[in-house]
């Protein structure tokens, strides 16, 4: 099991990593997360959604995304609560203080994906939450030290020296550490080193000394990382895409509060000849932008507002009465819209509120998620997609005359203005297929690049995995593992 000092030391793309190397050894790997918060999902082919952290994982062992490797998920909707998704599917609804009395009816869940997954390889990389230390949050613990010690399984500790103070992170955490789980870490791994490697030799020893833990590897920066699918929207920030300020085509992105499945836009940002701005609030959309994507939400009608508090929706307006282009996603499909109603109070406070008013339609909030991957064809361009649904929601209205795109199956999907400059679509993942992605940058006279976006992450994993074979000890670990 890899926990961490901290969120965001690098636990999902060092699993992810480390499940390459050992598949590549020929072993049977599958990734385990107890518990996830995240807006960043993943639709599974067993009909259900899982981190999309684990989903990436699952990609790295070669294995076919299941629900019981991420078995509890938190969707947070609202500052102080979460929607709790068990074994894929929608559980229920909790505030944050309320979640912690209600963890001890989740770990029977944990413990039977677990037992399943571990009947089914040789090796299970199981991935922490958040950090190791949080003592206050220790009670009913299913996520760290709580799975650990339910399951005796051996922990690793990651640090990131790249925040500083790794040594007092990693040997701090030892110290507040209750002392039968501090017993339960064997090792640690410091990630992200820039520079010479040697002016750490003496920190590693010190945190080795103080803890009585081997050390397991000072692992370097890996600057392919931002190839890779971010978790959540800190991480957005923190991994903005290189800019490509002569591009033909530039796009907008605003971050919402409860942006969800924004790994929609990595295809997009990878391309030489588009410019991807993702903005932070408090940044007005500039003038010089070709195309807005509202992207994903977890909470349409709260995100909705906070385009509204932000002014964003005023640049929007004055962006499409320049005669320039707006997409949604989902949630920002539904934004586009007239109306949003959510007569079951499933975000939030029963009631309706006015949508931007950009697409003839209007949607009702109901309470069945769709979950389910797809393909189809764009219609504009009789392109081949591959994507999923993940929502909840019915959109109707004079707009949906003219979809978007058509499933296999002949549903059409989406909606547009009269004149093709607002359009909506409910499917995820759409811009990860070349032919889709290459039409949409066709259409704004840029130049698709020769190249798989699928294939692409797929080499990242190789060369983390390289990476990890170079700097930690894979040995050591199996060793741990038994």
């Avoid at 998704?85 to 309320?98: C, L, N, S």
């Avoid at 500790?157 to 007092?168: F, K, P, T």
């Amino acid at each position: 099991m890899f926990q961490g000092t901290g969120s965001s030391v690098g636990k999902s793309t060092l699993v992810a990593g480390f499940a390459r190397a050992l598949t590549r050894r020929g072993l049977r790997v599958l990734p385990f997360k107890p518990q996830n918060m995240s807006n960043n999902a993943a639709v599974t082919p067993d009909g259900g959604e899982i981190g999309r952290a684990q989903a990436l994982q699952a990609l790295a062992c070669g294995a076919v995304p299941s629900v019981h490797m991420n078995p509890v998920l938190l969707k947070p909707q609202s500052e102080t609560g979460s929607q709790i998704i068990v074994q894929g599917h929608v559980f229920g609804t909790a505030r944050a203080r309320d979640y912690q009395v209600f963890k001890p009816q989740l770990m029977p869940y944990v413990l039977e994906s677990f037992a399943q997954l571990r009947a089914e390889a040789d090796v299970v990389l199981v991935e922490g939450a958040g950090s190791a230390s949080e003592i206050n949050l220790r009670a009913n613990d299913i996520a760290n030290m709580g799975f650990a010690r339910a399951t005796n399984t051996p922990v690793v500790l990651i640090g990131d020296i790249d925040r500083g103070g790794v040594i007092a992170a990693l040997v701090g955490t030892k110290t507040v550490l209750d002392p039968t789980d501090a017993s339960l870490i064997k090792g640690f791994i410091v990630n992200n080193m820039r520079g010479d490697k040697t002016l750490f030799a003496d920190g590693m020893a010190m945190i080795a000394g103080r803890t009585g833990w081997q050390p397991l590897g000072l692992v370097p920066y890996f600057a392919r990382m931002r190839d890779l699918p971010a978790e959540d929207a800190a991480d957005l920030a923190a991994k903005a895409p290189p800019r490509h300020p002569e591009a033909k085509l530039r796009i907008a992105v605003p971050i919402l509060p409860f942006i969800a499945n924004f790994d929609d836009l990595d295809p997009l940002a990878a391309e030489p000849d588009v410019d991807v701005m993702f903005l932070q609030r408090g940044t007005p959309i500039p003038a010089s932008i070709d195309l807005i994507i509202l992207p994903g939400s977890k909470s349409t009608i709260a995100d909705l507002a906070a385009l509204r508090d932000e002014g964003w929706d005023v640049d929007i307006l004055a962006h499409h009465r320049r005669g320039l282009h707006v997409l949604g996603l989902c949630g920002g499909y539904q934004m586009l819209g007239r109306t949003i109603a959510d007569p079951d109070g499933l975000e939030g406070p029963v009631g309706s509120v006015a949508g931007l008013g950009l697409l003839e339609i209007e949607t009702v909030l109901t309470g069945g998620k769709r979950l389910s991957a797809t393909n189809g064809t764009l219609i504009a361009d009789t392109a081949a997609f591959s994507g999923y649904e993940m929502h909840i929601g019915c959109t109707t209205g004079p707009a949906t005359t003219r979809p978007v795109l058509r499933f296999a199956d002949g549903r059409p999907d989406g909606a547009q203005s009269p004149d093709g400059r607002v359009s909506g679509t409910y499917v995820h993942g759409l811009f990860a297929a070349d032919a889709a992605r290459g039409a949409l940058l066709r259409r704004f006279g840029a130049t698709p690049a020769a190249r798989d976006y699928r294939v692409e992450t797929d080499a990242v994993l190789d060369a983390l995995a390289a990476h990890l074979e170079t700097h930690a000890d894979i040995d050591s670990l199996l060793s741990l593992a038994g």
